[in-house]
């Protein structure tokens, strides 16, 4: 006798790029658990091949509208380590004040207009907003501050044009950063009050048993970090990348699955970031966190929620404290003589680490890219997620269960290919059972 449910959504909304999530449950053993993306591929890692190296920032940047800073820094990190030129200390406070802005705006967009309706009961942010218009204003205030701050150090909020190998083209006054002092300050208080909020939504229980893999660093990890912290493996060069983990093409999927070297999947983000760098939060969101009482480390991929909201107090009070200590960078750029050389660079961006390497000739021409974004090495990780959960999705009716999957894969902020709509979940029961 087969038992067969099947749940589909055909067009979910508020993630980034198309899939498919297909679950074949025997009685009550977890058969096999697909997340299939066939969002078309972008080829980015080869048109980049015979380019200066000084077109890469600009090109990579198109990756991505909400996280173009992420793909331009990793980028530059890796160029400048096959040049052999790291960057001043004054351009990489620089370079950290235009992440702390993407990762504002980033958090913000998933926190209140993304992920928030989910516990709050709304299809979508415009729903919500009918009845909690003041949270969805503080959302979007927070949102524009972080958009303020790349457009005035990247020229503009979408796509950033000054970031360039050795520095930018253009490093703002302290005047230019000194008119966005109240509106950060302002937002920062909003920030430490939606730490607060998110840690009272009644999330679903799960408890996963994660290897937790982030940059390591002196500080906690944005634009920059040597190594990669691999929970319970030690720390590893970034060069190492490729000794740790290994990417395969699975035919059902255009995104290419990363997973440790023995076939673990593992999580990157912000809770793979907190689990490593508690210690190196600014007090202030270290305050905020501990105010919650939320049990760390956290494996409840529900109250990433939490953990991002703490991350933008992080990031706020991080910006402020880099304009207090601004030292404008003079000249804004260093050029490096170009060389025959390889260079690999990683940075946070703020669904989690992203890794890129360059080969480039004598004439500072790439002949070969590599780019691994978050979410390629997250795949595996939901699929584990969403078999975690298999058993209290049996449990619940149709529409409860489809709900529960959409808010699992919306825990990890997924973005696939900046499209709109990305899961339909088909889940197949074989063998006895109730229906």
């Known amino acids: 006798m087969t038992d067969e449910r099947t749940y589909k959504v055909d067009l979910m909304t508020r993630v980034e790029g198309e899939g498919r999530f297909h679950l074949i449950v025997d009685g009550d053993e977890v058969v096999e658990a697909q997340l299939s993306i066939f ?3 972008r080829f980015f890692e080869a048109f980049l091949r015979g380019r200066s190296l000084h077109e890469v920032p600009d090109i990579v940047a198109r990756i991505c509208g909400i996280c173009p ?13 096959a040049l052999t030129s790291p960057p001043s200390l004054s351009i990489r406070a620089l370079r950290r004040l235009l992440y702390c802005g993407e990762w504002i705006e980033s958090h913000a967009l998933h926190v209140f207009l993304l992920h928030a309706p989910d516990y709050l009961g709304y299809e979508s942010a415009m729903a919500m907003a009918a009845d909690h218009k003041a949270i969805v204003e503080r959302g979007l205030r927070m949102k524009k501050a972080g958009n303020a701050l790349i457009e005035l150090l ?5 796509h950033p044009v000054s970031v360039r190998v050795g520095g930018f083209t253009r490093a703002p006054s302290r005047t230019e950063l000194e008119t966005l002092r ?4 302002e937002a920062l208080e909003e ?3 939606t730490v607060a909020w998110t840690a009272t939504l009644t999330v679903p229980e799960q408890d996963n048993d994660y290897v937790f893999v982030a940059l390591d660093s002196e500080a906690y990890p944005m634009e920059w970090g040597d190594g990669l912290a691999v929970s319970g493996r030690g720390t590893h060069p970034v060069k190492a990348f490729d000794d740790l983990f290994e990417e395969e093409h699975l035919e059902r999927s255009n995104a290419l699955y990363c997973r440790l070297k023995d076939g673990t999947p593992y999580l990157c983000g912000p809770m793979a970031r907190l689990y490593h760098h508690r210690d190196k939060l600014h007090p202030a969101a270290e305050k905020a966190l501990a105010a919650t009482g939320l049990g760390l480390p956290v494996r409840n991929p529900f109250r990433s929620i939490v953990v991002r909201a703490v991350e933008l107090v992080h990031a706020f009070a991080e910006a402020l404290r880099i304009l207090d200590d601004y030292d404008r960078p003079e000249p804004p750029f260093v050029d490096a003589p170009v060389r025959d050389a390889i260079g690999h660079g990683a940075t946070e961006a703020p669904r989690g680490l992203l890794y890129h390497r360059y080969a480039i000739d004598d004439e500072g021409l790439v002949t070969d890219a590599r780019i691994v974004p978050p979410t390629s ?11 975690a959960a298999a058993p209290e999705l049996l449990a619940l009716d149709h529409d409860a269960a489809t709900i529960r999957c959409e808010q699992l894969i919306r825990a990890y902020d997924p973005c696939i290919s900046c499209a709109t709509h990305f899961l339909r979940f088909d889940l197949e029961r074989r063998g006895d059972g109730d229906a």
């Open 182 to 185: 109240t509106q950060l300050e």
């Open 377 to 387: 090495q997250n795949q595996a990780r939901i699929e584990a997620d969403l078999v």
């Open 154 to 158: 990247g020229g503009r909020a979408i």
């Open 39 to 41: 969002e078309a591929p």
């Open 69 to 81: 800073v992420a793909y331009q820094m990793s980028a530059v990190r890796a160029l400048e380590d």
């Open 191 to 193: 920030a430490i009050e």
